[in-house]
Every structure is written in C-alpha cells, then in structure tokens.
C-alpha cells in the first residue's frame, strides 16, 4: 500500500489506509464504482433492504424506547474536534498496542452473535478480514461458527479475543474456555450486562428469537461438554436441532445473574489456562464497578452499554467514558464501544481517554449488504476516514488524541431531536 505521489513514502512505516480513497476514485476509469456508500445513515439503509424481517428486527433493535441509543449518538454530537494546521502529518502512524499486539489502528471487531442471520458466511467471512487488516476480532459466545474454524479464518497470529456469557455450569465455561484458548483466543472478555436479553418491543412483537427458531448455535452445539448436556436432557442435535439450539441459548443467556463474589474464580482459571494473559470486563457504566475492577486485578474494561440495546434510558457510554476515566484512568487499561458510527467518533472516545474502540454495527451493516467484501469495504473505509482525519487534523499519533484536542458542550446538549442515527 504505497502512494507514489508522497516524496515521504520510504519513511512511513504503516499502511496508508488513506489510498482507500483513491482506489475508489479511480474505479470510474474501469466503469466502476465503489461497492456502496458507506454514510452510516445509507448504509443501514441498505442493510435494511438485504435482510430478511427477522434478520433486520435483531440487528436494528434496541432496549425499549431507544433512548439509550439515542443518549450515546448524542454524546458524540456535544464533542467536537479542535483541527491543527500546518503540522507535517507525512509521517503519521495510525497504529497502536492493545494485550501486547500491535495493530493497524486502534479500532476492533466488536463481540456481535449469530452473524449466520446477516450472512451466510457469518463469522468466518467476520474473522478473515479482521486478519487481513491486523484488526482484533472478538467473538462473541452467541457466535453462529464453532470456534475453532473462526480462529482458523482468522490466521495464525493475528489478534483475537473470546467474550464469553458465562454460564451457570462451570463445567461448560471451562470447556468454552480451554476451545478458545486452543484456537488462538489470547483475552478474555467477560460481558456482564446481558444475563438475558433487554425488553426490545419489535423482537417480541415478532417472536423474532433466532436459537429457538434452531439456528445460530453452532458455537455451543461444537462444544463438548454441551453435547454431553444434551445426551443427558435426552436431546439428540441431529434430530431435534430446535430443542438443542434452545438449550444452548438458554444455557448462557439464562436469566440467572452473576455477582461480583464469581470473578475472582473466573480470573484464576483464565490466567491458569492461558498462561496469564488478559482478562476484560465489557458493559461497565459506573465509576463504583470501574473501581471494583481495579480491586479484583481486571486487566481491562470495555465501557459499553452494549450499544443501547440492554437498559432502556441509561447514561451514553461516552459520557461513562469520561467519569470512568477521571477516576481510574491511570489504574485499567480502558476500551470503549457503543455508538461509533465514523473515524471522528473513534477520535472522540480516543480524547477523552479510552484505550481503543470497538466497532459493531458498522461492519454488520456491510456483511449483511455484501457478506466478506461488504466486511472488507466498510473496514477499510473506516480506516481510511481515520487516517484522512489524522493527515488533514493535524495528529501524528493516536496518542494526540487528548482532551485538549475537543471543545464540549454541556451534557444538555442537543443536536438531533427527530432521528436516531
């Protein structure tokens, strides 16, 4: 990825994502085009248009009237970015360090189950292209490929991490465990906002519940241990895929809460079977867990109210972000996720002090449009806006990025009433 016209070219180290822009300028001279606009507001348009009813319902949905959805792309909006000029930005690097990987840009594959619904090539097609642009993939324990053929895909080395739902069987979690450390899963990401599922009103209206239509469950259905489970309840998966497939779901989104009192066992079997790597927690929101992690030798947080989809009317993550942060900024190794929708976005939670951000929707939108290139166009099309936003902004390094670099309003402030974007 080298651009002829930069006389700095021999001098910069990482990939110019920006030439994205350019190979798409010049498709015109072959009587092409881009494959499609990745505005946000288009793209989910044309998600929309992809997907079957019940695809669309699980991916759009969220926690009751929204609201929270509606906080978090608010949050972002009462940011803006301060630009410098004239800084000589020939030579920016847009990569970071996350668990001891360095990586093309501080942006990830968020955790994001049953991609089977958006695509049929779900999460493989998810993986590849996280491997191929050195972005670290996440998946999710609701994940709709076993988990070793998603390690597979997503190539020797590159940097992968495993969200588990924990479920109340020891045995299973072990099991889950040990599989994704074997395939190459080298974190831990504990999520601990979703014992079940949130109240979101279409999904019920349409008893759009995929695992108990039997699809989406072949991560647990690969799994050892729960074939076992599934002999036991006198349920053969080759016959009775509705009866596994609900099993399996009910076993890790079973309705039945965790406390604090269970993570220090989770911590110790993790860093035994991984030899010490790093163990995260995803969803929190409040400054009083923040600090319990700190207490409990969490390696990292994800700030994330799993994008407004959990909790109905809570605080934007952002604005979690910067409570969590001033706190124990110093102590974790902070993440962040929910509501990013461009490279701004990215550059915004970056100021005010995560670590890195994780991406979701973003990439759903472009497996369900055009499955492992429509994954591939919308990545690399974030990658670029990132680094055109570094080159034109004036910042070298992600490391710029700090709380200096944005003017805030107040969090009262409102800049899109009618829409939810």
Known sequence: ???????????????QWALYQRENFEKLNEGKTAPFSTDPTKLEERAHESLSKGGWLYASSNAGLSTTHLANRQAFYRHRIIPNQLVDTNLR???????????????????????KIYHQSAEIAVAKVAGELNLPYCLST?????????????????????QLYMPHDDELTLSLLNRAWNSGFDALVLT???????????????SNYAFYRGLGAD????????????????????????AASTKWIDSVWHGRAWSWDKIPWLIEQW???????????????SVGDARKCVELGVDGIIVSNHAGRQVDGAIASLDALENIVEAV????????DSGVRGASDVAKALALGAKFVFVGR?????????????????????????????????????ADFERSTLESYPKSYTLIPDRVL
């Open 1 to 15: 990825m080298s651009d002829p016209h930069n006389p700095n070219i021999t001098n910069r180290t990482t990939p």
């Open 93 to 115: 690097d847009t990569t970071t360090e996350i668990f001891g990987h360095r990586v093309s840009a501080p942006i990830g594959f968020a955790p994001i189950g049953i991609n």
């Open 142 to 162: 609701a994940g709709s490929s076993p988990i070793e053929k998603v390690g597979e895909a997503n190539g020797q080395g590159n940097p992968r991490f495993y």
């Open 192 to 206: 601990t906002d979703t014992w079940q599922l949130g109240w979101r009103h279409e999904d019920v209206a349409n």
């Open 219 to 242: 991560l647990g259905l690969s799994d050892p241990v729960f074939q076992r489970r599934c002999r036991e309840s006198g349920i053969d998966p080759e016959k009775d895929v509705v």
């Open 271 to 285: 860093k035994k079977i991984s030899g010490g790597r790093p163990f995260v927690i995803k969803g929190i929101q």
């Open 329 to 336: 900024g110093e102590r974790l190794y902070i993440m962040y």
């Open 362 to 398: 973003l990439w759903i939108w472009g497996l369900s449009i055009m499955g492992e290139e429509g994954v591939r166009h919308v990545m690399k099309s974030l990658l670029a806006d990132f680094d055109i936003l570094m080159a034109v902004g004036g910042f070298n390094r992600v």
